[in-house]
């Protein structure tokens, strides 16, 4: 039987948004907590301590997931994009300025969860319909908007038109 | 019938006084860019060199002795910085200031539990440590000895001889109580044609869960002895008053800091306990102490919406529909400790005759603790239970009567002719019409083809109903009201404050005294002031967030109770107003001319008459601050102006309880259109539709967001959200799990509608809104009794109609009949 | 919201997983985490290793034989099998991992932590014990089949005990399959649900009425004897927040009749 290690913390080494962090991390410490209080990436959030609310969605490897619900020491090697990767020098992003001009947000607090969903919604399918927009963002809850400037909003970033 | 008396004076606001701007214009909003690059920044996201994190140690029991709390082991585990217990605080502070008069007056309620533990969540202790996760660990070996007791779940039960008694001091749950009772009951009685009788109804208790839960990062100056609150508190004002005589220490010794915050809704306003709590451990382990709220302690413990029973009501009708008047006594359960309340108990009243005419009212508000988590302000505060009971009247009497019920609502609606109307207790509803709303939102769901929608449903074998609701969103209070709860109060009217001031390179800078939660106060507050001063809104720089520090702020400054059009926008045109003199008499100085003959526009302050003759912001800014001399010894100009915003109100009459308990009258009609699916109670939204009336919009954009995310907050509560208890005291939605909010695919198709009625009481004609008065959830409940006609009428009677209530009234439509009884005379 | 301090293994293979299961009694498997962090947060357990799955090739792929008989690796997720060619073959599984939760929860959550987390209100127990799945348990001392209905023993407890892991769950073929349920909210926690399929026969799985899943044949596919044969297994479901024992009684029998008939409606 080969024995491997059962370690209580250990040395992680990722990549988030194009920068390399190393950190030792306790094994018991979720993702989310890693980003906001062990890199200072404040941007992503908590919003509840069920899984539910995705104000703590990021992309790992290309894949949409809450970041409450990961350990820091399973992302160990991984790429993570995080809502800090969307504008390019201060520059918003097509989906970033059409969350502003469709009133998509209004306290903020989901809105990276949001943008991370959306994002990777656009990236498989580029000219979701409303449907799809509203399945792709199923696991974002949003307390301020109803969600309906929302959907608006991912329609205009995708270049399709929007009923006003 | 009586008809109302004195109405108070308009303000007449001239048509030269309104320039075409950014009012009216759907603005871009300053605070997004930051907020959709994630670089706004709550609570959470500030951190401190050596700070130590929270955890509270929760009662597991509704209702317990605390024999003993034990917070050695604790103290010794590894990380832990130290705790702090009831005993200690029962010595270091006083208990809170109670609103209400005797038996509520004689409550103790400290920040940590003394003595007693009296709701499940109720914070008993804290352990701080070096990281979270070491203290919720330590958390764990904190022993408290408590001896359980039996656990009041019902607050119709509070006043039985054998309720158990939460609070020994007050003698009883019955914390407060008032009886309202205007124009002529028995006249009315005696009047009428039918009386209906409704023997009980419900208003369901739940809460609009912000996001971001509460939360605050404290530090202490030992030097100076001021604590700063970096906290998403919405109502700061509230929160040092309560705070600093507690902890016996000056309002300046509690600073407040605010940026950006998670949504509040209400449900941030009574976090005062937890800062108290971080306050002495800041100075105790002299380092800052940082304290998250997680959901399910949010859940637990805070701002849950009153719920409110609704007994013994009695309706005076009309043959025709005219209603007359109505008694009832509305059961208030408070929960475990008053924090905001009673104030609920007043508050209601502005809205008492809901959007009717009639004039003849009596309602019993009895107040009661009970073993659940306390209420405070939630989404429509005590307004929202009190319009959905009169729209439960309205619908439940045009059922009766057979009678349509949009048609009792038009023949009982005020009317725009009757505005500014004044209510049967004094309030004066500013302007509105209702019919004409009601009407846009029955065209906007198709009111016309509604048999036809029927019969399809049912060929698809589901029930389809619509259902009206009709709601106000009073804004602006006049805090006299808290005299009708308790004569001994000292709080009357209302204020707000901003700065303006024009700085040396020509900056204009605005504070304000809100702590906004979303509601766009940087944009709209820089559209008025880039109208008044005639610059662009991007010149307008309004600092994010409130921070006490800037004197920005009077005693009642925060972000609440649907008023920031009003009084925070009256606050910061008084300010730029004053500005303007100010820039003018400067630039005449400097022109040569008079005041009157300087126009600003377009970044200049300039003749009327030679454009030529122009000064730039910046000159006038660099003068006052870097180059004066030679400037005229009287001239009274410093280009920093606060104002602060004072609305106009008269103390209320206590004896009579009238008055003007608010300033103005936003008003929503919504339209709901359900499916019911008859083998499973299972229900759909398919149709939506709501019109709204803020009087003048500053930025549509703005109120339409507003309005759709209380649509979305009341549809909830209709359907899925609750705060549930079983009988042992247990919270069984304890997390967003069991207690469902609306999801992407939950939200139903969304037409919206508005007319613009202007305030006649208000510098510019706008309305608070915001709250919006829960009128999806009216809707909602009379879409269901619409639907379940066919299947023996039964009554809606909760407010919450999850698909187990719908079921029940499937399956026994007789047992919610029994509550309504139709007398004849 | 803080998980207790525990340990964390990575194994590389299968022998190296059951190893820490062996040596550390106190172990769980970590899958997709979508259940136990979350149980974990709530301090609901503690275990005080995990043995984390993720990188185990063996545990993964999708296999269609020649019959048309699926072999299904447990850490396969819900998006990858919606997305599988393979799973095709037996559309329903795609289509009810497709109700599940949302797109987050459904790129990590994986079937095998679905019917191994043994929650009455999940989606896959119920339908893999309508469906006649198999499931692979491998120990230490070898594998063995464990026939579905024979997998869940209670709430949150399986057939896979100490030291084991399910390491495969075949699917027979077939297509005549439904599911019906009732969540609160669209795609959210079912109140009650139901498999159905009528290959030969009408086999219905019930979930949310009992600890396990309770599997109940029809006699046909007629409404009406479907739901009397629902009455007739004398359910005594629980009652909780969202619906009484009555009520969830009620609903068996209707999304039980409607399990089956998209079942024949895919005959």
Same mark, same amino acid.
């Given at each position: 039987?080969?024995?491997?290690?059962?370690?209580?913390?250990?040395?992680?080494?990722?990549?988030?948004?194009?920068?390399?962090?190393?950190?030792?991390?306790?094994?018991?410490?979720?993702?989310?907590?890693?980003?906001?209080?062990?890199?200072?990436?404040?941007?992503?959030?908590?919003?509840?301590?069920?899984?539910?609310?995705?104000?703590?969605?990021?992309?790992?490897?290309?894949?949409?997931?809450?970041?409450?619900?990961?350990?820091?020491?399973?992302?160990?090697?991984?790429?993570?994009?995080?809502?800090?990767?969307?504008?390019?020098?201060?520059?918003?992003?097509?989906?970033?300025?059409?969350?502003?001009?469709?009133?998509?947000?209004?306290?903020?607090?989901?809105?990276?969860?949001?943008?991370?969903?959306?994002?990777?919604?656009?990236?498989?399918?580029?000219?979701?319909?409303?449907?799809?927009?509203?399945?792709?963002?199923?696991?974002?809850?949003?307390?301020?908007?109803?969600?309906?400037?929302?959907?608006?909003?991912?329609?205009?970033?995708?270049?399709?038109?929007?009923?006003? | 019938?009586?008809?109302?008396?004195?109405?108070?004076?308009?303000?007449?606001?001239?048509?030269?006084?309104?320039?075409?701007?950014?009012?009216?214009?759907?603005?871009?909003?300053?605070?997004?860019?930051?907020?959709?690059?994630?670089?706004? %920044?709550?609570?959470?996201?500030?951190?401190?060199?050596?700070?130590?994190?929270?955890?509270?140690?929760?009662?597991?029991?509704?209702?317990?002795?605390?024999?003993?709390?034990?917070?050695?082991?604790?103290?010794?585990?590894?990380?832990?910085?130290?705790?702090?217990?009831?005993?200690?605080?029962?010595?270091?502070?006083?208990?809170?200031?109670?609103?209400?008069?005797?038996?509520?007056?004689?409550?103790?309620?400290?920040?940590?539990?003394?003595?007693?533990?009296?709701?499940?969540?109720?914070?008993?202790?804290?352990?701080?440590?070096?990281?979270?996760?070491?203290?919720?660990?330590?958390?764990?070996?904190?022993?408290?000895?408590?001896?359980?007791?039996?656990?009041?779940?019902?607050?119709?039960?509070?006043?039985?001889?054998?309720?158990?008694?939460?609070?020994?001091?007050?003698?009883?749950?019955?914390?407060?109580?008032?009886?309202?009772?205007?124009?002529?009951?028995?006249?009315?009685?005696?009047?009428?044609?039918?009386?209906?009788?409704?023997?009980?109804?419900?208003?369901?208790?739940?809460?609009?869960?912000?996001?971001?839960?509460?939360?605050?990062?404290?530090?202490?100056?030992?030097?100076?002895?001021?604590?700063?609150?970096?906290?998403?508190?919405?109502?700061?004002?509230?929160?040092?008053?309560?705070?600093?005589?507690?902890?016996?220490?000056?309002?300046?010794?509690?600073?407040?800091?605010?940026?950006?915050?998670?949504?509040?809704?209400?449900?941030?306003?009574?976090?005062?306990?937890?800062?108290?709590?971080?306050?002495?451990?800041?100075?105790?382990?002299?380092?800052?102490?940082?304290?998250?709220?997680?959901?399910?302690?949010?859940?637990?413990?805070?701002?849950?919406?009153?719920?409110?029973?609704?007994?013994?009501?009695?309706?005076?009708?009309?043959?025709?529909?005219?209603?007359?008047?109505?008694?009832?006594?509305?059961?208030?359960?408070?929960?475990?400790?008053?924090?905001?309340?009673?104030?609920?108990?007043?508050?209601?009243?502005?809205?008492?005759?809901?959007?009717?005419?009639?004039?003849?009212?009596?309602?019993?508000?009895?107040?009661?603790?009970?073993?659940?988590?306390?209420?405070?302000?939630?989404?429509?505060?005590?307004?929202?239970?009190?319009?959905?009971?009169?729209?439960?009247?309205?619908?439940?009497?045009?059922?009766?009567?057979?009678?349509?019920?949009?048609? %009792?609502?038009?023949?009982?609606?005020?009317?725009?002719?009757?505005?500014?109307?004044?209510?049967?207790?004094?309030?004066?509803?500013?302007?509105?019409?209702?019919?004409?709303?009601?009407?846009?939102?029955?065209?906007?769901?198709?009111?016309?083809?509604?048999?036809?929608?029927?019969?399809?449903?049912?060929?698809?074998?589901?029930?389809?109903?619509?259902?009206?609701?009709?709601?106000?969103?009073?804004?602006?209070?006049?805090?006299?009201?808290?005299?009708?709860?308790?004569?001994?109060?000292?709080?009357?009217?209302?204020?707000?404050?901003?700065?303006?001031?024009?700085?040396?390179?020509?900056?204009?800078?605005?504070?304000?005294?809100?702590?906004?939660?979303?509601?766009?106060?940087?944009?709209?507050?820089?559209?008025?002031?880039?109208?008044?001063?005639?610059?662009?809104?991007?010149?307008?720089?309004?600092?994010?967030?409130?921070?006490?520090?800037?004197?920005?702020?009077?005693?009642?400054?925060?972000?609440?109770?649907?008023?920031?059009?009003?009084?925070?926008?009256?606050?910061?045109?008084?300010?730029?107003?004053?500005?303007?003199?100010?820039?003018?008499?400067?630039?005449?100085?400097?022109?040569?001319?008079?005041?009157?003959?300087?126009?600003?526009?377009?970044?200049?302050?300039?003749?009327?008459?030679?454009?030529?003759?122009?000064?730039?912001?910046?000159?006038?800014?660099?003068?006052?601050?870097?180059?004066?001399?030679?400037?005229?010894?009287?001239?009274?100009?410093?280009?920093?102006?606060?104002?602060?915003?004072?609305?106009?109100?008269?103390?209320?009459?206590?004896?009579?309880?009238?008055?003007?308990?608010?300033?103005?009258?936003?008003?929503?009609?919504?339209?709901?259109?359900?499916?019911?699916?008859?083998?499973?109670?299972?229900?759909?939204? %398919?149709?939506?539709?709501?019109?709204?009336?803020?009087?003048?919009?500053?930025?549509?954009?703005?109120?339409?967001?507003?309005?759709?995310?209380?649509?979305?907050?009341?549809?909830?509560?209709?359907?899925?959200?609750?705060?549930?208890?079983?009988?042992?005291?247990?919270?069984?939605?304890?997390?967003?799990?069991?207690?469902?909010?609306?999801?992407?695919?939950?939200?139903?198709?969304?037409?919206?509608?508005?007319?613009?009625?202007?305030?006649?009481?208000?510098?510019?004609?706008?309305?608070?809104?915001?709250?919006?008065?829960?009128?999806?959830?009216?809707?909602?409940?009379?879409?269901?009794?619409?639907?379940?006609?066919?299947?023996?009428?039964?009554?809606?009677?909760?407010?919450?109609?999850?698909?187990?209530?719908?079921?029940?009234?499937?399956?026994?439509?007789?047992?919610?009949?029994?509550? %309504?009884?139709?007398?004849?005379? | 919201?803080?998980?207790?301090?525990?340990?964390?293994?990575?194994?590389?293979?299968?022998?190296?997983?059951?190893?820490?299961?062996?040596?550390?009694?106190?172990?769980?498997?970590?899958?997709?985490?979508?259940?136990?962090?979350?149980?974990?947060?709530?301090?609901?357990?503690?275990?005080?290793?995990?043995?984390?799955?993720?990188?185990?090739?063996?545990?993964?792929?999708?296999?269609?034989?020649?019959?048309?008989?699926?072999?299904?690796?447990?850490?396969?997720?819900?998006?990858?099998?919606?997305?599988?060619?393979?799973?095709?073959?037996?559309?329903?599984?795609?289509?009810?991992?497709?109700?599940?939760?949302?797109?987050?929860?459904?790129?990590?959550?994986?079937?095998?932590?679905?019917?191994?987390?043994?929650?009455?209100?999940?989606?896959?127990?119920?339908?893999?014990?309508?469906?006649?799945?198999?499931?692979?348990?491998?120990?230490?001392?070898?594998?063995?089949?464990?026939?579905?209905?024979?997998?869940?023993?209670?709430?949150?407890?399986?057939?896979?005990?100490?030291?084991?892991?399910?390491?495969?769950?075949?699917?027979?073929?077939?297509?005549?399959?439904?599911?019906?349920?009732?969540?609160?909210?669209?795609?959210?926690?079912?109140?009650?649900?139901?498999?159905?399929?009528?290959?030969?026969?009408?086999?219905?799985?019930?979930?949310?009425?009992?600890?396990?899943?309770?599997?109940?044949?029809?006699?046909?596919?007629?409404?009406?004897?479907?739901?009397?044969?629902?009455?007739?297994?004398?359910?005594?479901?629980?009652?909780?927040?969202?619906?009484?024992?009555?009520?969830?009684?009620?609903?068996?029998?209707?999304?039980?009749?409607?399990?089956?008939?998209?079942?024949?409606?895919?005959?």
């Amino acid at each position: 039987m080969a024995e491997i290690p059962v370690v209580t913390a250990e040395t992680v080494t990722v990549d988030v948004n194009g920068t390399t962090y190393e950190r030792e991390v306790e094994a018991r410490r979720l993702l989310i907590h890693f980003l906001r209080d062990d890199l200072d990436l404040t941007g992503s959030h908590v919003g509840c301590d069920t899984g539910n609310c995705g104000a703590c969605s990021v992309i790992v490897d290309g894949i949409l997931v809450k970041s409450c619900m990961l350990l820091a020491v399973q992302v160990d090697g991984a790429k993570i994009e995080t809502v800090e990767a969307l504008a390019e020098e201060e520059q918003l992003s097509p989906l970033q300025q059409a969350f502003s001009d469709h009133h998509a947000l209004q306290c903020g607090y989901c809105t990276p969860g949001m943008l991370m969903s959306a994002t990777a919604l656009l990236r498989e399918n580029p000219r979701p319909n409303d449907e799809e927009i509203a399945r792709a963002i199923q696991g974002n809850i949003c307390r301020c908007t109803g969600y309906w400037n929302i959907f608006k909003a991912v329609k205009a970033a995708s270049g399709q038109e929007v009923a006003e | 019938m009586t008809e109302p008396t004195t109405v108070a004076e308009p303000i007449v606001v001239e048509e030269a006084e309104t320039k075409r701007g950014y009012a009216g214009q759907s603005v871009p909003r300053k605070e997004d860019k930051r907020l959709v690059q994630g670089e706004g %920044v709550f609570f959470d996201d500030v951190k401190r060199h050596n700070m130590g994190y929270v955890h509270f140690v929760r009662s597991p029991y509704a209702h317990a002795k605390l024999r003993s709390v034990d917070v050695s082991k604790a103290l010794e585990h590894p990380g832990v910085l130290g705790t702090l217990t009831g005993d200690e605080v029962a010595l270091l502070t006083d208990p809170f200031f109670q609103i209400s008069s005797p038996p509520g007056a004689h409550l103790r309620d400290f920040c940590l539990a003394v003595g007693k533990a009296r709701f499940v969540g109720e914070p008993v202790a804290a352990v701080v440590a070096t990281t979270r996760e070491t203290a919720r660990d330590a958390s764990e070996l904190v022993e408290v000895d408590y001896e359980p007791l039996p656990a009041l779940t019902d607050a119709r039960e509070a006043l039985a001889d054998d309720a158990p008694l939460l609070h020994d001091e007050a003698g009883t749950n019955l914390t407060w109580e008032g009886v309202y009772e205007w124009g002529d009951l028995d006249a009315a009685f005696a009047e009428a044609d039918r009386v209906v009788k409704i023997s009980e109804l419900h208003f369901d208790r739940f809460n609009s869960t912000p996001l971001e839960c509460n939360g605050a990062l404290v530090e202490f100056n030992r030097g100076t002895g001021q604590w700063t609150i970096i906290t998403n508190n919405q109502f700061p004002g509230f929160a040092a008053i309560m705070m600093g005589p507690a902890m016996r220490v000056g309002l300046d010794k509690l600073r407040f800091v605010t940026q950006d915050i998670g949504g509040g809704f209400g449900n941030k306003i009574t976090s005062h306990p937890q800062l108290v709590a971080c306050c002495l451990l800041a100075r105790k382990l002299n380092r800052p102490v940082q304290w998250t709220e997680w959901r399910t302690d949010f859940h637990l413990s805070m701002s849950h919406g009153n719920e409110r029973w609704f007994q013994d009501t009695e309706v005076a009708v009309k043959e025709d529909g005219t209603l007359l008047g109505f008694r009832t006594t509305a059961l208030d359960d408070a929960g475990a400790w008053l924090r905001y309340e009673p104030l609920g108990g007043v508050i209601w009243a502005q809205v008492t005759p809901g959007m009717y005419r009639w004039r003849h009212i009596r309602l019993d508000f009895k107040q009661v603790t009970t073993n659940k988590a306390p209420v405070s302000p939630n989404r429509g505060y005590s307004r929202m239970q009190h319009l959905w009971f009169t729209e439960r009247v309205i619908d439940i009497v045009a059922q009766e009567l057979g009678l349509d019920p949009v048609e %009792v609502r038009k023949r009982n609606y005020i009317r725009a002719e009757d505005m500014p109307y004044e209510t049967p207790n004094g309030c004066v509803y500013d302007s509105g019409d209702y019919a004409k709303m009601l009407d846009l939102a029955l065209e906007l769901v198709g009111h016309g083809g509604l048999e036809e929608k029927r019969a399809d449903a049912e060929s698809r074998g589901k029930l389809l109903g619509v259902g009206i609701g009709s709601t106000l969103d009073s804004g602006t209070n006049n805090f006299g009201q808290s005299r009708l709860i308790n004569p001994e109060l000292q709080f009357s009217g209302n204020n707000e404050v901003a700065t303006v001031k024009l700085d040396i390179f020509g900056e204009i800078v605005v504070t304000l005294g809100t702590t906004p939660q979303g509601q766009s106060h940087e944009t709209t507050a820089a559209q008025v002031v880039a109208d008044i001063l005639g610059c662009s809104v991007d010149d307008v720089n309004v600092r994010a967030g409130h921070d006490s520090y800037w004197n920005s702020h009077a005693g009642f400054s925060g972000t609440y109770a649907s008023q920031f059009a009003v009084t925070g926008l009256g606050a910061v045109k008084g300010a730029t107003d004053m500005l303007a003199v100010e820039m003018k008499k400067l630039a005449s100085v400097v022109l040569g001319c008079t005041p009157d003959d300087i126009e600003l526009a377009e970044g200049f302050a300039r003749m009327r008459e030679n454009h030529e003759a122009a000064l730039p912001f910046m000159a006038l800014g660099a003068i006052i601050n870097a180059n004066n001399a030679g400037l005229p010894e009287d001239l009274d100009v410093t280009l920093n102006c606060r104002y602060v915003y004072r609305p106009p109100f008269q103390p209320p009459d206590v004896e009579r309880k009238f008055g003007n308990l608010t300033l103005t009258y936003a008003a929503q009609v919504h339209v709901a259109v359900v499916e019911v699916d008859p083998e499973t109670g299972v229900y759909e939204i %398919v149709d939506y539709a709501a019109v709204d009336d803020c009087g003048k919009r500053i930025n549509p954009q703005v109120v339409e967001g507003q309005v759709m995310g209380a649509t979305a907050q009341a549809i909830g509560a209709a359907t899925h959200e609750t705060f549930t208890y079983d009988e042992d005291g247990n919270l069984l939605t304890p997390n967003f799990y069991d207690y469902h909010v609306p999801h992407a695919l939950d939200m139903p198709p969304l037409k919206t509608g508005n007319i613009e009625s202007p305030s006649p009481f208000t510098s510019m004609g706008t309305k608070g809104m915001g709250e919006g008065g829960g009128a999806g959830i009216h809707a909602v409940c009379a879409a269901l009794q619409d639907a379940l006609r066919p299947r023996g009428n039964p009554i809606v009677y909760d407010s919450s109609n999850p698909y187990h209530r719908v079921w029940e009234l499937l399956s026994d439509p007789e047992s919610s009949r029994q509550r %309504v009884t139709v007398e004849s005379r | 919201m803080l998980l207790s301090e525990v340990g964390y293994a990575r194994p590389a293979t299968l022998e190296q997983a059951l190893g820490v299961l062996a040596d550390y009694p106190g172990a769980r498997a970590l899958a997709g985490g979508q259940t136990l962090i979350n149980v974990m947060k709530a301090r609901a357990a503690a275990p005080d290793v995990l043995v984390d799955l993720a990188g185990i090739p063996a545990l993964k792929g999708i296999e269609l034989g020649p019959d048309g008989t699926l072999e299904l690796g447990p850490m396969i997720t819900y998006t990858e099998l919606i997305g599988s060619a393979e799973a095709r073959a037996r559309p329903i599984l795609g289509e009810v991992c497709a109700q599940i939760a949302d797109v987050q929860v459904r790129n990590k959550g994986t079937i095998g932590g679905n019917v191994c987390s043994s929650d009455p209100t999940n989606h896959l127990p119920p339908l893999l014990v309508a469906l006649g799945a198999v499931f692979t348990v491998t120990g230490a001392t070898g594998e063995r089949a464990v026939p579905a209905e024979e997998f869940f023993l209670g709430v949150y407890m399986t057939a896979a005990g100490p030291g084991e892991l399910l390491t495969k769950i075949t699917v027979p073929a077939g297509r005549s399959d439904g599911f019906a349920s009732v969540p609160i909210g669209v795609d959210g926690t079912c109140i009650v649900n139901a498999a159905a399929t009528v290959n030969g026969g009408v086999r219905v799985a019930l979930g949310c009425v009992a600890a396990t899943p309770v599997v109940v044949e029809a006699p046909s596919t007629d409404p009406a004897a479907v739901r009397a044969a629902v009455r007739e297994a004398a359910l005594e479901p629980p009652s909780d927040v969202h619906a009484s024992t009555d009520y969830r009684r009620h609903l068996a029998e209707v999304v039980a009749a409607r399990a089956v008939e998209q079942a024949e409606r895919g005959a």
